[in-house]
């Protein structure tokens, strides 16, 4: 870990939570395609995305 502030974000804070939300989404949508057959392309996922009864 970096304890340096980042100059140019407020009050010199730094993420470190975001890099595993950034491949986690993906993930297990392409999770629920593969296990459902549908073709999901946007999230959140409802049931109804899955179901195909209502389609994005």
Do not use: F, K
Request: hydrophobic share 35%.
């Amino acid at each position: 870990m970096i304890e340096r502030a980042d100059p140019n974000s407020p009050y010199g804070v730094r993420g470190v939570g975001e890099p595993p939300t950034i491949s986690a989404t993906p993930a297990i949508v392409n999770a629920i395609r593969n296990a459902t057959g549908s073709n999901l392309t946007h999230t959140p996922v409802a049931p109804e995305h899955i179901a195909g009864a209502h389609p994005r």
